[in-house]
């Protein structure tokens, strides 16, 4: 599985961006696509995770009611809307990606395991 961030940038405090992850490879409808973060000097932290089937995103507390996630699967597209952007969501975003598993996992899964495939970064400066 090989994931292609890209949509960040610099934006002032109260704006928007939205990110894009595209996949390829081996990818199914039951994978679940996600957005981590990482700050300087801080641990990676999850954000939000949706599956190719549309099931019921996951956000984290930092993200829910200003990131919203959306996908299309033709083009095999995962978007992270970010709204309402900020200082303390400047950070490195990274897409990621996790095959099916047994259970559907939780957002404290996530933040504490991962995923199991990563794509390069993407910088999103948030100005105050």
């Known amino acids: 599985v090989q994931l292609q961030a890209s949509g960040g940038g610099l934006v002032q405090a109260g704006g928007s961006l939205r990110l894009s992850c595209a996949a390829s490879g081996r990818t199914s409808s039951s994978y679940v696509l996600g957005w981590f973060r990482q700050a300087p000097g801080k641990e990676r932290e999850f954000v939000a995770a949706l599956s190719w089937s549309g099931d019921s995103p996951l956000y984290a507390d930092s993200a829910k009611g200003r990131f919203t996630l959306s996908r299309d699967i033709a083009k095999k597209t995962v978007y992270l809307q970010m709204n309402s952007l900020k200082y303390e969501d400047t950070a490195v975003y990274y897409c990621?990606?996790?095959?099916?598993?047994?259970?559907?996992?939780?957002?404290?899964?996530?933040?504490?395991?991962?995923?199991?495939?990563w794509g390069k970064g993407t910088q999103v400066t948030v100005s105050s």
């Open positions: 990621a990606a996790d095959p099916p598993g047994p259970t559907k996992k939780s957002t404290t899964y996530y933040q504490y395991h991962g995923m199991d495939y």
